[in-house]
């Protein structure tokens, strides 16, 4: 019985347990997908952001919305699960107690990956979107995002003390995260200082990667000029940088918060 | 092969400022049910948290199948199995789908039906977790911890709140467990548990170990209980002679708690007395001493000595 089968396991029983609870499996499952077709299908779809369709650019960007729940997927089971002694369970059983945790990400990185896969594919045949012009920097995004994601929820759910709690932190992470990507509105209406920390949030280096690797241009620059294949790794080093920091912090949280037994022991 | 399951030294756990376990040591042979007993709050479960590798020791030594339980939990974690006091399942899934998610991780496991007839689960296969009794969930619990054919297995108060049948047949559960050679380590603060399965035993109070043995070593030094009410009569109306080794008299009330390692002849003595003077022995009871009895007296002699 070697560890990938057993984080595999692990995943499983966490897609079973989510199927099972109606009110999580339909938020975790199509929210993110309804959020993604709702900003992609407004009327100023026409308009151009740097010589790309407006339209294009918000269903690029929508692919990325899949993370923050990623995030609410994970933080919520492991704040459940410790709450409710699952975990104590599970660490007493022949599971290593690293299985435990990578089959919660596994698990929810699989359904990210799902996910963002037909937001592409709607961003492509609906939108319009080009094929992507850089597919592995997409791939290194993606991964990148969901680590950050990850090392975020479980480096946060330490902190939160139930089930309830943990449904109500997911929601400002995902606005949070969605208005610093600029899904909401563009980041250029708001001040000088105002862009700059929202370069920073969690999400918006994978954005700014993901719209690289799909349109080829490098949006940081004036009239986001296009990038060739290598160029593009150049131009997304910053957000790479921004990413691993932030999976760091998600550690370090984790180091100092995080805890297998229920808090109202 | 080493013949001892578990070894533990000079065993200290604090939570804060809190000595939950206070420098313990005692040793299981392997194929041995050894009991802790202890009321809430004894240790038990603290000494338990730390054998199996929930919890690193304060200070002290433990080794568990000749293994450290945490710095070396990949030797020991399949091959042992682990009762908790209070552990969740995933409420939401049947009894057979959470044997078999356990089944995916647990090498060399029994088959799902043949573990759920070991515990007598079988026709409760396609029900929700959630829908179980509590004797039942109980009964989930052993499953999960047999399921890898264990060699040692820890069972924290595994019948506290069953019903008398369902506490039979965990007996019964242990019990074949232990013919089959598996190590047993228990917790429990009923007396009458210790006395049906355990080979020895150690009984745990304010996070020591006030006494260690076997069953008779423990419970068989200590004398046989006659309680009765006499209202009326003084102690030097009864017939005993004063002062006898062997016995010792109490009255509380006018209730009287006759002490004595000869309960035969002095049940004989008594009965005689009260038959000659007319008496009747109200609420008479010829008992061994109770858990919490025992207790109270190490406690007292803790005291005395200290």
């Given at each position: 019985?070697?560890?990938?089968?057993m984080?595999?396991?692990?995943?499983?029983?966490?897609q079973?347990v989510?199927?099972?609870?109606r009110?999580?499996?339909?938020?975790?499952?199509?929210?993110?997908l309804?959020?993604a077709?709702?900003?992609?299908?407004?009327p100023?779809?026409?308009?151009?952001v740097?010589?790309?369709?407006?339209?294009?650019?918000?269903?690029?960007?929508?692919?990325?919305?899949?993370?923050?729940?990623?995030?609410?997927?994970?933080?919520t089971?492991v704040?459940?699960?410790r709450?409710?002694?699952v975990?104590?369970?599970?660490?007493g059983?022949a599971?290593?107690?690293?299985a435990?945790?990578?089959?919660?990400?596994?698990?929810?990185?699989?359904?990210g990956?799902?996910?963002?896969?037909?937001?592409?594919?709607?961003?492509?045949g609906?939108?319009?979107?080009?094929?992507p012009?850089?597919?592995?920097?997409?791939l290194?995004?993606?991964?990148?995002?969901?680590?950050?994601?990850?090392?975020?929820?479980?480096?946060?759910?330490?902190?939160?003390?139930?089930?309830?709690?943990?449904?109500?932190?997911a929601?400002?992470?995902?606005?949070?995260?969605m208005?610093g990507?600029?899904?909401?509105?563009?980041?250029?209406v708001?001040?000088?200082?105002?862009?700059r920390?929202?370069?920073m949030?969690?999400?918006?280096?994978?954005?700014?990667?993901?719209?690289?690797?799909?349109?080829?241009?490098?949006f940081?620059?004036d009239?986001?000029?296009?990038?060739g294949?290598?160029?593009?790794f150049?131009v997304s080093a910053?957000a790479?940088?921004?990413g691993?920091?932030?999976i760091?912090?998600?550690?370090?949280?984790?180091?100092?918060?995080?805890?297998?037994?229920p808090?109202?022991? | 092969?080493n013949?001892?399951?578990?070894?533990v030294?000079?065993?200290?756990?604090?939570?804060?400022?809190?000595?939950?376990?206070?420098?313990i040591?005692?040793?299981?042979g392997?194929?041995?049910?050894?009991?802790?007993?202890?009321?809430n709050?004894?240790?038990?479960?603290t000494?338990?948290?730390?054998l199996?590798?929930?919890?690193?020791?304060?200070?002290?030594?433990?080794?568990?199948?000749?293994?450290?339980?945490?710095?070396?939990r990949?030797?020991?974690?399949?091959?042992m199995?682990i009762?908790?006091?209070?552990?969740?399942?995933y409420k939401d899934?049947t009894v057979?789908?959470?044997?078999?998610?356990?089944?995916?991780?647990t090498?060399?496991a029994l088959p799902?039906?043949e573990?759920l007839?070991r515990?007598?689960?079988?026709?409760?296969?396609?029900?929700?977790?959630?829908?179980l009794?509590?004797?039942?969930k109980?009964r989930l619990?052993?499953a999960?911890?047999?399921?890898?054919?264990?060699?040692?297995?820890?069972?924290?108060?595994?019948?506290?709140?069953?019903?008398?049948e369902?506490?039979?047949n965990?007996?019964?559960l242990?019990?074949d467990?232990?013919?089959?050679?598996?190590?047993?380590l228990?917790?429990t603060?009923?007396?009458?548990?210790?006395?049906?399965?355990a080979?020895?035993?150690?009984?745990m109070?304010?996070g020591?170990?006030v006494?260690?043995?076997?069953?008779?070593?423990?419970v068989?030094?200590?004398?046989?209980?006659?309680?009765?009410?006499l209202?009326g009569v003084?102690?030097g109306?009864?017939p005993?002679?004063?002062?006898?080794?062997g016995?010792?008299?109490t009255?509380?009330?006018?209730?009287y708690?006759?002490e004595?390692?000869?309960?035969?002849?002095?049940?004989?003595?008594?009965?005689?007395?009260a038959?000659?003077h007319?008496?009747?022995?109200?609420?008479?009871?010829?008992?061994?001493p109770?858990?919490?009895?025992?207790?109270?007296?190490v406690?007292?002699?803790?005291?005395?000595?200290?």
């Open positions: 019985m070697n560890w990938l089968s984080v595999w396991a692990q995943a499983r029983l966490n079973t989510l199927l099972r609870q009110g999580m499996a339909f938020t975790v499952l199509l929210l993110p309804f959020l077709f709702v900003y992609t299908g407004g100023q779809g026409a308009e151009m740097n010589g790309v369709p407006a339209g294009v650019f918000a269903a690029v960007s929508a692919i990325a919305v899949v993370l923050p729940f990623s995030y609410m997927t994970i933080a089971a704040v459940v699960r709450e409710e002694r975990y104590k369970r599970l660490r059983s599971l290593p107690t690293s435990i945790f990578a089959g919660d990400i596994v698990h929810a990185t699989i359904l990956a799902v996910q963002a896969v037909i937001i592409l594919v709607f961003a492509m609906v939108a319009g979107a080009p094929m012009s850089n597919i592995p920097l997409l290194l995004a993606f991964l990148l995002g969901a680590a950050v994601f990850a090392a975020l929820a479980i480096g946060t759910a330490g902190l939160i003390p139930n089930y309830e709690v943990a449904q109500l932190v929601l400002p992470v995902l606005f949070v995260s208005f990507a600029g899904l909401m509105f563009p980041v250029s708001l001040p000088e200082w105002g862009q920390v929202a370069e949030l969690p999400l918006s280096p994978i954005v700014a990667m993901m719209r690289t690797a799909i349109l080829g241009r490098d940081a620059a009239a986001a000029p296009a990038v294949f290598l160029e593009s150049q910053v790479i940088g921004i691993l920091l932030w760091g912090v998600g550690l370090w949280s984790t180091r100092r918060y995080f805890r297998w037994d808090r109202r022991a | 092969m013949t001892t399951a578990i070894e030294r000079d065993l200290h756990q604090k939570y804060g400022d809190f000595e939950a376990v206070r420098g040591g005692f040793e299981v392997r194929g041995e049910l050894y009991a802790l007993l202890g009321t709050g004894a240790g038990k479960t000494t338990l948290d730390v199996a590798g929930y919890a690193p020791p304060t200070s002290g030594q433990v080794r568990v199948l000749g293994h450290d339980p945490i710095g070396e990949a030797e020991v974690r399949h091959r199995g009762v908790l006091q209070e552990a969740g399942f899934l057979a789908e959470t044997v078999d998610a356990w089944r995916r991780w090498p060399n799902r039906g573990v007839e515990v007598g689960l079988p026709h409760r296969a396609g029900v929700r977790v959630s829908q009794s509590g004797g039942e109980r619990d052993l999960l911890a047999v399921l890898g054919r264990p060699e040692l297995l820890f069972l924290d108060e595994p019948t506290t709140g069953l019903d008398p369902a506490r039979r965990v007996w019964e242990i019990r467990m232990v013919a089959e050679g598996t190590t047993v228990l917790t603060h009923y007396l009458d548990e210790a006395e049906q399965l080979q020895r035993l150690a009984i109070h304010g020591r170990i006494t260690e043995g076997s069953l008779a070593d423990v068989g030094g200590r004398g046989t209980r006659v309680t009765f009410r209202p003084l102690p109306d009864l005993y002679v004063p002062g006898t080794a016995r010792s008299v009255l509380s009330g006018d209730a708690t006759v004595t390692h000869q309960p035969q002849e002095d049940l004989r003595v008594l009965l005689s007395w038959h000659q007319g008496r009747e022995l109200d609420g008479l009871e010829v008992r061994r109770t858990l919490e009895e025992i207790f109270l007296e406690a007292a002699a803790e005291r005395v000595a200290a």
